[in-house]
């Protein structure tokens, strides 16, 4: 077997073993918010009105909706399972339309400060000067994007570290969380469906990127147990 041939059967073995690793919802679950990321991102500015958004959002919930009877069994998970329990709260996670604006802010402030939105704001009425100057930010931000007063600065690691966090959020309980998916594998399954597209990951800035996301969603999940206790 000479070393062409060599190199593509390693990567069929290797796939075939992401396979076994990944539940089988999680491609088609990237690839709705892929496209609805590539949707958004092909738009002009001018173009980029709430109605458009909604058209964008509408497409990818239908699309969410069809995989989500296709694939949830008579036995639902247990709570914290998934990897955007803890981030969001749960009436985001409910999609409600009526918290459009509130979900926006959750995100942003997720990825600005790695904490959750909701907690902050319960630490902020109990008067913590650093949860509220956190808050202040996120609100900072959200009044830039709703005045058209431009961009706000980018979150920590630019566009595709912010892609990342999304792409461990939507998989973690569906595979991703799994530290038996080897470093060279977890890179594979990125390249072929990460949102940011790219088909060059790096597999040790992969691993390291995973295992700042346990610990932020860690610290968060454990805020959150300690709340309902």
């Known amino acids: 077997m000479d070393s062409g041939k060599r190199a593509a059967k390693a990567i069929e073995i290797r796939r075939a073993a992401i396979q076994r690793k990944i539940h089988p919802a999680l491609p088609e679950l990237l690839k709705a918010f892929r496209e ?6 092909s738009l ?25 009877r296709r694939y949830s069994g ?20 409910r999609s409600e339309s009526q918290t459009e604006y509130a979900s926006v802010a959750e995100y942003v402030h997720w990825h600005r400060h790695s904490k959750p939105l909701e907690t902050d704001l319960e630490k902020m009425q109990a008067k913590d000067y650093e949860a509220s100057t956190r808050v202040q930010r996120t609100f900072g931000d959200l009044e830039i994007l709703r005045c058209g007063g431009g961009r706000p600065k980018p979150f920590k690691g630019g566009a595709k570290g912010t892609d990342h ?3 461990f959020a939507m998989g973690w309980g569906l595979g991703l969380e799994h530290l038996n998916l080897t470093p060279e594998e977890l890179a594979d399954f990125a390249n072929l469906y990460c949102i940011c597209g790219s088909t060059e990951h790096d597999a040790d800035n992969l691993k390291q990127q995973r295992l700042r996301f346990k610990r932020a969603r860690e610290n968060a999940m454990g805020r959150i147990r300690e709340h309902a206790d």
């Open 36 to 41: 609805a990321e590539t949707a958004w991102k």
């Open 44 to 68: 002009r500015e001018l173009e980029r009105t709430p109605e458009r958004v909604r058209e964008i959002q509408q497409k990818m919930d239908a699309e969410l909706d069809s995989i989500r």
């Open 165 to 167: 966090w999304d792409f």
């Open 74 to 93: 008579p036995v639902q998970a247990s709570k914290g399972t998934f990897g955007v329990e803890g981030i969001y709260s749960e009436t985001t996670l």
